[in-house]
């Protein structure tokens, strides 16, 4: 017998209970539509013209609706908007199975963190989804400068999109073509681990073209570097970083440039555990690191052991408006001859009178025992006390100070200034001048601006003639307005 259900909503609760075991009784289900008509033998609803489904955490609205009590189906056709916990998705028809608590929809528009999805057929559960025929972008979707599209793709709904026989595109344009490529859609990790061209010039390379390439192998992530320089040629490494016990381990083999852009031939692993926490909010940390190192400016050549072990305590207030926090670290090395141990210490008072400004001195304590053969890891000796004053509104950030250091006894002024307008550039300056040798030993400004997804820097260290042009991707906060939310 089929029966027309006149009344605008349509509570099936107790018709649901009466199709599954007492002891798995499911969420009650609420329809609403134009039209709702109820089968009491075949158990079955047919909705149609402005249809609204609720069933526990699960919501959708569609032209149409089909269900199959008894079996615990759902299918929507026409214009779907489909939402289950925080995953959300526009499609044609979606095909719900409650009982396997699966999805299966088509000619799909939906979202996976920060990356925007198309697919032509969508098999998606709570933890992950199988997406045929696919592109996906973290870009504006209506307009993407950069997108991936895949035969199959695999989605890791919080994590990354796996893109089988994949193509990466660029200005609507073929670039690189892959059997297989991974994105990350966490928007911290996807904005450092895309392909990102730099591009720079300094006195000991000149100009220079470069590449980040990351990638993964398996669970092990990956990371490979080439950079082409018109004084030194061809330059490259390579990274494997994957997690292991409570830490992570790296791999370092190729060519890396200490902060003075000199060349050191590589072959390291790294051990990083994760910190300890230790009373009153401290952490303690530490670094395990052997290699083989050739440093090309000085031909010096060695193996190198060395542990960094660090305890780092946060601002502790002292009462009212003061702070104190500090830090102590031990860098030792060893080499094929000789051996190098580097303690140093922090500690620092502030004076907060306000969230946005303080007004802090610190002194900072850095000594070296034994000697290094290379450039890269020298220690610069300090016993330095800084005094200064930082401020910070919305868009504009400035620090200042004043430091003398007794073991050079030298003073300095020091100055960092961040302005930040709201049409998305933003600029910045840091500068240490040397007032006893009446030089700048760091004058760096730098501006950057951010269109859509991507974002674009430049940094120049006028002392040390180093330029740097940085293309990074960022996820575009447009990708949250593509996929329509639930019918009115």
């Given at each position: 017998?089929?029966?027309?259900?006149?009344?605008?909503?349509?509570?099936?609760?107790?018709?649901?209970?009466?199709?599954?075991?007492?002891?798995?009784?499911?969420?009650?289900?609420?329809?609403?539509?134009?039209r709702?008509?109820?089968?009491?033998?075949?158990?079955?609803?047919?909705?149609?013209g402005?249809?609204?489904?609720?069933?526990?955490?699960?919501?959708?609205?569609?032209?149409y609706l089909?269900?199959?009590?008894?079996?615990?189906?759902?299918?929507?056709?026409?214009?779907?908007?489909?939402?289950?916990?925080?995953?959300?998705?526009?499609?044609?028809?979606v095909?719900?199975?409650?009982?396997t608590?699966?999805v299966?929809?088509?000619?799909?528009?939906?979202?996976?963190?920060?990356?925007?999805?198309?697919?032509?057929?969508?098999?998606?559960?709570?933890?992950?989804?199988?997406?045929?025929?696919?592109?996906?972008?973290?870009?504006?979707?209506?307009?993407?400068?950069?997108?991936v599209?895949?035969?199959?793709?695999v989605?890791?709904?919080?994590?990354?999109?796996?893109?089988?026989?994949?193509?990466?595109?660029?200005?609507?344009r073929?670039?690189?073509a892959?059997?297989?490529?991974?994105?990350?859609?966490?928007?911290?990790?996807?904005q450092?681990?895309?392909?990102?061209?730099?591009?720079?010039?300094?006195?000991?390379?000149?100009?220079?073209?470069?590449?980040?390439?990351?990638?993964?192998?398996g669970?092990?992530?990956?990371?490979?570097?080439?950079r082409?320089?018109?004084?030194?040629?061809?330059?490259?490494?390579?990274?494997?970083?994957?997690?292991l016990?409570?830490?992570?381990?790296?791999?370092?083999?190729?060519?890396?440039?200490?902060?003075?852009?000199?060349?050191?031939?590589?072959?390291?692993?790294?051990?990083?555990?994760?910190?300890?926490?230790?009373?009153?909010?401290?952490?303690?940390?530490?670094?395990?690191?052997?290699?083989?190192?050739r440093?090309?400016?000085?031909?010096?050549?060695?193996?190198?052991?060395?542990?960094?072990?660090?305890?780092?305590v946060?601002?502790?207030?002292?009462?009212?408006?003061?702070?104190?926090?500090?830090?102590?670290?031990?860098?030792?090395?060893?080499?094929?001859?000789?051996?190098?141990?580097?303690p140093?210490?922090?500690?620092?008072?502030?004076?907060?009178p306000?969230l946005?400004?303080?007004?802090?001195?610190?002194?900072?304590?850095?000594?070296?025992?034994?000697?290094?053969?290379f450039?890269?890891?020298?220690p610069?000796?300090?016993?330095?006390?800084?005094?200064?004053?930082?401020?910070?509104?919305?868009?504009l950030?400035?620090d200042?100070?004043?430091?003398?250091?007794?073991?050079?006894?030298?003073?300095?002024?020091?100055?960092?200034?961040?302005?930040?307008?709201?049409?998305?550039?933003?600029?910045?300056?840091l500068?240490?001048?040397n007032?006893?040798?009446?030089?700048?030993?760091?004058?760096?400004?730098?501006?950057?601006?951010?269109?859509?997804?991507?974002?674009?820097s430049?940094?120049?260290?006028?002392?040390?003639?180093?330029?740097?042009?940085?293309?990074?991707l960022?996820?575009?906060?447009?990708?949250?307005?593509?996929?329509?939310g639930?019918?009115?």
């Amino acid at each position: 017998m089929v029966e027309p259900v006149r009344a605008y909503v349509l509570v099936l609760a107790a018709i649901l209970a009466g199709a599954v075991p007492a002891r798995a009784q499911p969420a009650p289900l609420v329809v609403e539509a134009d039209r709702i008509t109820y089968d009491t033998v075949a158990r079955t609803v047919e909705a149609a013209g402005r249809v609204r489904l609720r069933y526990g955490d699960v919501q959708a609205s569609a032209d149409y609706l089909f269900a199959d009590l008894a079996a615990r189906k759902f299918l929507l056709r026409g214009d779907v908007r489909f939402r289950r916990g925080d995953q959300s998705m526009a499609a044609s028809e979606v095909r719900y199975r409650a009982d396997t608590d699966r999805v299966l929809a088509t000619e799909v528009r939906t979202l996976a963190e920060a990356a925007f999805l198309r697919a032509r057929e969508v098999d998606a559960g709570r933890q992950g989804a199988v997406a045929l025929d696919a592109a996906a972008t973290l870009c504006d979707p209506a307009n993407p400068l950069f997108f991936v599209t895949a035969r199959r793709l695999v989605v890791f709904w919080a994590d990354r999109l796996v893109a089988e026989d994949a193509t990466l595109w660029i200005g609507g344009r073929p670039v690189l073509a892959l059997p297989r490529y991974e994105i990350r859609v966490d928007p911290e990790r996807a904005q450092r681990q895309f392909p990102s061209p730099e591009a720079g010039y300094d006195g000991l390379s000149g100009y220079w073209l470069a590449l980040r390439y990351p990638f993964r192998l398996g669970d092990v992530e990956a990371e490979a570097y080439g950079r082409y320089n018109t004084l030194l040629g061809l330059e490259f490494r390579g990274r494997l970083r994957a997690e292991l016990g409570r830490g992570v381990a790296e791999l370092t083999a190729g060519v890396v440039r200490d902060s003075g852009a000199r060349l050191v031939d590589t072959l390291e692993l790294r051990y990083t555990p994760s910190a300890w926490p230790v009373a009153a909010g401290a952490s303690f940390s530490a670094s395990l690191a052997v290699g083989q190192y050739r440093e090309r400016a000085t031909s010096a050549e060695s193996p190198r052991a060395e542990a960094t072990l660090a305890l780092a305590v946060p601002p502790v207030g002292l009462g009212g408006p003061y702070f104190a926090s500090g830090a102590v670290s031990l860098r030792y090395a060893v080499y094929g001859q000789g051996t190098l141990a580097v303690p140093g210490a922090v500690v620092s008072l502030e004076f907060r009178p306000d969230l946005a400004s303080a007004a802090y001195v610190s002194y900072a304590w850095t000594e070296a025992y034994g000697a290094t053969p290379f450039l890269f890891d020298a220690p610069t000796r300090q016993s330095a006390v800084t005094v200064g004053y930082r401020q910070g509104w919305e868009g504009l950030s400035f620090d200042v100070g004043a430091q003398y250091d007794a073991i050079p006894q030298q003073w300095r002024v020091l100055a960092l200034l961040q302005v930040a307008p709201a049409d998305g550039w933003r600029v910045g300056a840091l500068a240490k001048y040397n007032v006893t040798t009446a030089s700048f030993e760091e004058l760096e400004l730098r501006a950057g601006r951010r269109c859509d997804c991507l974002d674009v820097s430049a940094a120049w260290r006028i002392p040390q003639r180093q330029l740097w042009l940085n293309l990074q991707l960022v996820p575009s906060p447009r990708v949250r307005e593509a996929v329509p939310g639930l019918q009115p």
